[in-house]
């Protein structure tokens, strides 16, 4: 991999413990951060760039640039990723079923291919909303 480049860190407060490289979602109260709880998660606040096992502490985050993400299962260089699951991984829009009138929550474009589940690899960081019409 060619490296992170971070072009804006951030710290959230962890309302529970968040893994490296996971998903970080808005938590309940403002400066908190969680893991993402489902696929295709609302609010997402970006990558954890460390884990962080206590409630309560501070964890760092990038909200955009180049970051290493966890993957679900199979994703190509340049796919649109989402949240996957309750363990703030990603994956491929792409393995989705797009029923016309959802909505996905795009976290970010590969930069790096993932073969499975558990291959760290590069996420362009550029959280957008898409509608299908």
């Known amino acids: 991999m060619k490296g992170v480049i971070n072009l804006w860190a951030d710290t959230v407060v962890a309302e529970a413990a968040i893994t490296d490289r996971a998903a970080v979602v808005q938590g309940t109260a403002e400066k908190q951060g969680k893991i993402a709880p489902s696929t295709n998660a609302t609010k997402v606040k970006g990558l954890a760039t460390q884990a962080q096992a206590t409630a309560g502490k501070t964890c760092s985050i990038q909200r955009k640039g180049i970051a290493e993400g966890i993957a679900a299962g199979k994703v190509d260089i340049g796919d649109y990723v989402i949240t996957s699951g309750a363990l703030g ?22 930069e790096s291919a993932a073969s499975v589940a558990g291959d760290i690899f590069e996420v362009n960081l550029n959280p ?3 509608s299908v019409a």
Do not use: C, D, N, P
């Open 89 to 110: 991984r990603l994956e491929s829009l792409g393995t989705l079923s797009v029923g016309i009138g959802s909505i996905k929550y795009i976290v970010g474009q590969a």
């Open 128 to 130: 957008e909303l898409i």
